[in-house]
T-cell receptor, first 113, second 113 residues
Framework: GAGVSQSPRYKVAKRGQDVALRCDPI?????LFWYQQALGQGPEFLTY????????KSGLPSDRFFAERPEGSVSTLKIQRTQQEDSAVYLC???????????FGPGTRLLVL | GDSVTQMEGPVTLSEEAFLTINCTYT??????LFWYVQYPGEGLQLLLK???ADDKGSNKGFEATYRKETTSFHLEKGSVQVSDSAVYFC????????????WGAGTKLIIKP
């Protein structure tokens, strides 16, 4: 079946612009995760959804970052007033249940100029 | 606090060579341990896992044994192929979370024909 998909794959933004990154999880997966991966580093947890409920947003670096999953399927990570330090790969992952294996999408590479 | 330390890369080997990528961890208790692989242009994929001490995870010719005495989970493969070129990440769940993963920085593996 289809895996986790993310769009766009690449995004270039001017500093101060708002961006929206989309994640389509595997159908039927209850849990959805967002990660930020800086160059040469492992992923850093941003936030977690169980269905439409955002149960953990402790990893969001600032209030410029906002995530939603209104119908418990597709999720959007929004970054307002982007800064250069926001440049990274943003990964989405989903799992059938909370403790099950996480399946990752290919990521969105964001470059803020 | 919890952490994962991997050997620095890149690791460059010739085809059919023996591979070891070291991973050590600090954690409270005995969490599950994971190896993920990230092929160029693709998302992270679970390669193998071990859920308790002395367990051996294996997949695609790769193996790793959960060693609680040395707090290690080294990745090995007897004969690498060019197609194994990728970045490998070691990870385990945070003590106070059953979904937030603590990641190593990743080890880039380059296999030359």
């Amino acid at each position: 079946g289809a895996g986790v998909s993310q769009s766009p794959r690449y995004k270039v933004a001017k500093r101060g612009q708002d961006v929206a990154l989309r994640c389509d999880p595997i159908s039927g997966h209850v849990s959805l995760f967002w990660y930020q991966q800086a160059l040469g580093q492992g992923p850093e947890f941003l936030t977690y959804f169980q269905n439409e409920a955002q149960l953990d947003k402790s990893g969001l670096p600032s209030d410029r970052f906002f995530a939603e999953r209104p119908e418990g399927s597709v999720s959007t990570l929004k970054i307002q007033r982007t800064q250069q330090e926001d440049s990274a790969v943003y990964l989405c992952a989903s799992s059938l249940e909370i403790e099950e294996t996480q399946y990752f999408g290919p990521g969105t590479r964001l470059l803020v100029l | 606090g919890d952490s994962v330390t991997q050997m620095e890369g890149p690791v460059t080997l010739s085809e059919e060579a023996f591979l070891t990528i070291n991973c050590t961890y600090t954690a409270t208790g005995y969490p599950s341990l994971f190896w993920y692989v990230q092929y160029p242009g693709e998302g992270l994929q679970l390669l193998l896992k071990a859920t308790k001490a002395d367990d051996k995870g294996s997949n695609k010719g790769f193996e790793a044994t959960y060693r609680k005495e040395t707090t290690s989970f080294h990745l090995e493969k007897g004969s690498v192929q060019v197609s194994d070129s990728a970045v490998y990440f070691c990870a385990h769940p945070r003590r106070d979370s059953n979904y937030q993963l603590i990641w190593g920085a990743g080890t880039k593996l380059i296999i030359k024909p």
